[in-house]
Nanobody
Framework: QVQLVESGGGLVQVGGSLRLSCSAS????????MGWFRQAPGKERAFVAA????????YYADSVKGRFTIARDVAKNTVVLQMNSLKPEDTAVYYC????????????????????WGQGTQVTVSS
């Protein structure tokens, strides 16, 4: 049973930084893709960033490129999302997700690619 637990959300001012962590357990994730998505009130859940566990290849939504960085800590089975230069439009619930390699033949950038989800953590950016 895969479990994903997010932490690190909170309230931050415009221009500030937050670091989200996703602790993963229940599998060997070497053949997984790991992603971060976010959902603002009244909006669809949207892709933020993804990392391929074994290669370390990373992918970002255009709206966060240059501001957010996704990385994995293999020893700790953790994926982190470093968020800098935060804007009010970054306010959302952020979800960690995992997908086994068998589910995708191209980089997993869509929510339908993902099989496992965390409960989410709230990020609020105040102006």
């Amino acid at each position: 049973q895969v479990q994903l637990v997010e932490s690190g959300g909170g309230l931050v001012q415009v221009g500030g930084s937050l670091r989200l962590s996703c602790s993963a357990s229940g599998r060997t994730f070497s053949t997984y893709g790991m992603g971060w998505f976010r959902q603002a009130p009244g909006k669809e859940r949207a892709f933020v960033a993804a990392i391929i566990w074994n290669s370390g290849a990373t992918y970002y939504a255009d709206s966060v490129k240059g501001r957010f960085t996704i990385a994995r800590d293999v020893a700790k089975n953790t994926v982190v999302l470093q968020m800098n230069s935060l804007k009010p439009e970054d306010t959302a619930v952020y979800y960690c997700a995992a997908t086994p390699e068998r589910r995708w033949t191209r980089p997993p950038l869509w929510k339908g690619d993902y099989e496992y989800w965390g409960q989410g953590t709230q990020v609020t950016v105040s102006s």
